[in-house]
């Protein structure tokens, strides 16, 4: 994937053992071949941009990454990326480490994955959960149903309103 590319930093790496050093690629666009593949490794392919808005509509007409990485300290540009691309997980100004925190579901949308796991997230989306709900037979509140009365809106609207 590294091989013909332009290699700001890292890029040594070795078949046999199959290890790669942590490995940044600059002058990278969506045309790129590296940015057609899934990356599961130390590369991490740098876009540079000029129209902030131009980049978050290309990223919007492709495939929903898994992650995205923003650096930035302004946080005007870090929520338009966040709020306008969806992604399954988001971390500023560092990489990786979002999947890290037991705190944070990790998981794909659309063909990046299904749904969130880690910790807690993991056991309540892989679990089949059910709901049960049990009345008694023999009791049965009108109030459920209607046509209602003037004083039932009354006493539902107080219910469901706070």
Do not use: W
């Not at 590296?34 to 130390?42: N, V």
């Not at 890290?100 to 299904?114: A, I, Q, Y």
Request: hydrophobic share 40%.
């Amino acid at each position: 994937m590294i091989k013909n590319q332009y290699i700001y930093s890292g890029g040594l790496y070795d078949l046999n053992l199959l290890k790669i050093e942590p490995t940044i690629i600059e002058n990278v666009d969506f045309n790129n071949k590296i940015m057609k593949e899934e990356i599961f490794g130390s590369i991490l392919p740098v876009i540079a941009y000029e129209d902030m808005f131009d980049i978050i509509n290309k990223v919007k007409n492709m495939d929903k990454p898994l992650s995205m990485y923003i650096f930035s300290e302004d946080n005007e540009h870090i929520n338009s990326f966040v709020n306008g691309i969806s992604a399954g997980g988001v971390c500023i100004n560092d990489t990786i480490m979002h999947i890290t925190n037991p705190n944070l579901e990790f998981g794909g949308v659309g063909e990046s994955g299904m749904g969130g796991y880690h910790g807690k997230f993991g056991f309540i989306n892989f679990s089949n959960r059910k709901a049960l709900m049990q009345r008694s037979i023999n009791i049965d509140i009108k109030v459920k149903y209607p046509p209602y009365s003037n004083g039932q809106k009354i006493l539902l609207k107080k219910i469901f309103d706070n």
